[in-house]
């Protein structure tokens, strides 16, 4: 502080010495990227350049690099030194502005040179209106070219001036290899939309560039998506991605919608998919998608991170990513969709039908860790007439059942025969709200039945008893009533007592040909639990019919009993689904390991618990 008379005062506050504030993997030093001390990092052609006590971005200083333009035209900002760059790799540049007296374009661009300084390659630019007084972020994205000898780059910042005397800010300039994510196949930009808006097809919808920022995002832009009309937006990248058959795949993506009235609740609803090409680039197999993944919320963003993965089919050779989003409320004005990224992966599930055993098997690959919140998990079957049931686990049934935190095998035997059908798993806290984690599948056929004349006899508890048997004719059904009439002294007519009226009753016959079915059903009927009979659409019994079984008569086809066929007739009331769990499996039977496992000792070396023998064989 110079030039003070005696005695003169002067105040001094908010002292700092600390580490300067750079942006992590920033080629440019601080100095560069703020301009705290001076300009030397900077050059432009024409015009002023200055020091200026601007703050565009707090804890970044009080500086900020000021250019005034000399004429009407593009002012040239650019760093002093050459960025030394690979071929084939990309890179990413931000930076700040701001244009207090104008509204106007500014261009962000990467330029390639030789080792000469000469200009090589194509110029990768990116247009951004900048208002007037409004601090904005600008950036551009792009991969060094590889065969036109460009080993070094620099990038430009070119506000367009309309007169002379007018100011352009620039701060918080930055530059770096671009952060994509490991292993992912799509390129940054293709990954962040960051500067950059990919080519994109998109149906009932258009696509543009969106500067936002989020905790759940990478970068300071993102892909806009605006509704055309109320329904599915569909969207996917133009590119084909190669990939080989056999190699499961991840595609993934955060997806917000914004709505424009936050005191109504808004119900978002998202998922990605993934095609498959054949080497000509024609359609070889399109995705059966997972189910929407919904949310409800008043919030004026509401995002959902979502993902599936798929096995490349033998025959493909190329993929093709997308995402679809249900917009169906007018309250959503705009998608906001970042972070897409497609990589090689372990499957998050499994379905697997099997016919011979009446059963879908879906096996969850994908859980919480151990140490989250995720305590219990539900899992359930959405039928395709929208009911939704618990399934039955060993042991137990997943509903709300604990968390075993590792793989999770659910053998489902109650599928409506020749239906489609999918599966949702729940995660939740130890109170049964839902935590974040959850998992609907794509929907799966339902087992069929090769011979219509045949259904399936299940025991629900026991599906080593279930067992297939010719039903002779449809059941004749008979409901009991339980109202009630009395006649009363003095009136004409009786008074009715109303009750409901009973469920169905019938007597069914079924037919059994040979002996091992014939001692398989009796061994189902043994335990007088209530079985699940089950028929090919268009037999007379839809869906699942759960019965109580009463008195049983059995009898030989043959007068004489010499050959094979016996003629079961129950008598049988109908029931609601009963509850519990499943004791054993139709899949893993002492067969299995007798024929897996030479000896006791092979067995225990090979699976620690019996729950691993169930699960795992």
């Known amino acids: 502080m110079s030039n003070l008379a005696a005695n003169a005062q002067f105040f001094i506050d908010e002292v700092y010495l600390g580490a300067a504030v750079t942006t992590a993997g920033n080629v440019y030093g601080y100095n560069t990227a703020s301009v705290e001390m001076d300009t ?88 951004y209106t900048v208002t007037q007084s409004i601090i904005a972020r600008i950036g551009v994205t792009a991969t060094m070219p590889t065969g036109v000898n460009a080993t070094q780059f620099k990038v430009f910042f070119r506000p367009q001036a309309t007169a002379a005397g007018q100011t352009f800010v620039l701060e918080d300039a930055s530059l770096r290899q671009s ?6 196949l799509l390129s940054y930009a293709e990954y962040s939309t960051e500067g950059v808006l990919p080519a994109w097809t998109l149906v009932n919808g258009t696509a543009s560039l969106l500067q936002i920022t989020s905790n759940l ?17 569909s969207a996917s990248l133009d590119r084909l991605i190669p990939v080989t058959p056999g190699t499961t795949y991840r595609v993934g993506s955060v997806i917000f919608r914004h709505n424009t009235d936050t005191a109504q609740t808004v119900i978002s609803a998202v998922r990605t998919r993934v095609d498959w090409y054949d080497a000509a680039g024609n359609m070889f197999l399109a995705d059966n998608p997972d189910q929407f993944y919904t949310a409800e919320a008043p919030d004026a963003f509401w995002a959902s991170i979502n993902s599936e993965t798929r096995t490349c089919p ?51 690959n994908t859980v919480p860790p151990v140490g989250s919140n995720a305590s219990n998990v539900t899992v359930k079957r959405m ?40 599966y949702s798993v729940q995660w ?45 004719a449809p059941p004749k059904w008979s409901r009991p009533s339980r109202s009630a009439r009395y006649d009363i002294v003095g009136r004409k007519n009786p008074v009715h007592q109303t009750g409901i009226r009973g469920g169905r009753t019938a007597s069914i016959t079924v037919l059994v040909w040979d002996p091992a079915g014939n001692e398989l059903f009796d061994s189902l009927l043994d335990s007088g639990a209530p079985a699940l009979v089950q028929a090919m659409p268009g037999y007379g019994l839809n869906g699942n019919l759960y019965l109580s079984i009463g008195d049983v008569d059995v ?45 006791w000792e092979a067995l225990f070396n090979a699976r620690g618990t019996w729950t691993d023998v169930l699960t795992k064989g």
């Open 40 to 127: 030397s990092g900077w050059k432009i052609d024409t015009g002023t350049m200055a020091r200026g006590s601007w703050n565009l971005v707090p804890g970044l200083g009080f500086y900020a690099l000021e250019v005034t333009s000399a004429a009407a035209g593009s002012q040239e900002i650019r760093t002093n030194s050459f960025i030394a760059g690979t071929p084939g790799k990309e890179y990413t540049s931000y930076a700040a502005v701001y244009s207090p007296s104008v509204t106007t374009t500014w261009l962000a661009e990467i330029r390639w040179y030789d080792t000469a300084f000469t200009q090589v390659g194509p110029v990768v630019q990116t247009a």
């Open 179 to 184: 952060p994509n994510v490991a292993g992912n």
């Open 217 to 233: 995002t990478d970068g300071y832009f993102g892909l806009k998506a605006v509704p055309s009309s109320l329904g599915t937006i």
């Open 314 to 364: 033998q025959g493909a050779a190329y993929a093709r990513v997308g995402w679809e989003v249900n917009s169906t409320n007018p309250l959503v004005d705009y998608w906001f969709v970042d972070n897409i990224s497609f990589t090689v992966a372990t499957a998050e599930y499994s379905l697997v039908t099997d016919n011979g055993s009446g059963s879908i098997t879906l096996t969850v």
């Open 383 to 422: 039928d395709d007439d929208g009911s939704a049931s618990s399934l039955r686990g060993y042991g137990q049934t997943w509903d709300l059942a604990v968390n075993p935190y590792s793989t999770i095998v659910v053998e489902d035997y109650e599928a409506p025969l020749g239906s489609r059908v999918w």
């Open 428 to 472: 939740s806290d130890t109170t049964g709200v839902s935590v974040a984690l959850r998992l609907f599948t794509q929907t799966v056929n339902a087992p069929t039945l090769d011979d219509a004349n045949f259904v399936w006899f299940k025991s629900p508890g026991i599906p080593a008893l279930n067992t297939r048997v010719m039903m002779e």
């Open 555 to 599: 009898e030989p086809l043959d007068p004489d009993a010499r050959e094979d066929g016996w003629r079961w007739t129950l008598a049988v009331t109908e029931v609601d689904r009963p509850a519990g769990g499943l004791q054993g499996s139709a899949l893993s039977t002492w067969t299995n390991i007798l024929s897996g496992y030479a000896t």
